[in-house]
Nanobody, 124 residues
Framework: QLQASGGGLVQPGASLRLSCAAS????????VAWFRQALGKDREFVGG????????MYADSVKGRFTISRDNAKKTVYLEMNNLRPEDTAVFYC???????????????????WGQGTLVTVSS
C-alpha cells in the first residue's frame, strides 16, 4: 500500500515537498514514480525511479524544478517541488510496480500499486 501526503495551497514560486510511504512492499525492488492529474486532463508522469539504485527520470515540464528521491530504509519516496507554477495544480499520485521495464516507467497503466492522491494547488 502507498500513502501520499504533503499537498496544499501555495503561491506561485513557492516550494512544497510530497511524501509517499509504502507498506507491505519490498520497496527497493520496486519502480516508483509520481504522476499528476489536472482537472479534465489525463494522468501524466512527473518523475520516477526504475529501480532502487537507478537515476531518476523526469518529465520535461518539471526538469530543473522538481527533484524526486527515495529512502529505501524508510520505504518512502519524496517529490521536492520548487518554483511552483499555476499549471502545476493537480492531484499528485505516487505509484509503484515490481514488474515494469524501463520503457514503461512513464505509462500509468503499467503500475499496479497507487496511493490515494494529494492535491497541490498553486494560486495567488
Amino acid at each position: 500500500q502507498l500513502q501520499a501526503s504533503g499537498g496544499g495551497l501555495v503561491q506561485p514560486g513557492a516550494s512544497l515537498r510530497l511524501s509517499c510511504a509504502a507498506s507491505g512492499l519490498t520497496f527497493s525492488a520496486y519502480a516508483v514514480a509520481w504522476f499528476r492529474q489536472a482537472l479534465g486532463k489525463d494522468r501524466e508522469f512527473v518523475g520516477g525511479f526504475h529501480r532502487g539504485g537507478s537515476k531518476p527520470m523526469y518529465a520535461d515540464s518539471v526538469k530543473g524544478r522538481f527533484t524526486i528521491s527515495r529512502d529505501n530504509a524508510k520505504k518512502t519516496v519524496y517529490l521536492e517541488m520548487n518554483n511552483l507554477r499555476p499549471e502545476d495544480t493537480a492531484v499528485f499520485y505516487c505509484a509503484a510496480s515490481r514488474t515494469i521495464i524501463l520503457s514503461q516507467l512513464r505509462v500509468p497503466s503499467s503500475y499496479s500499486n497507487w496511493g490515494q492522491g494529494t492535491l497541490v494547488t498553486v494560486s495567488s
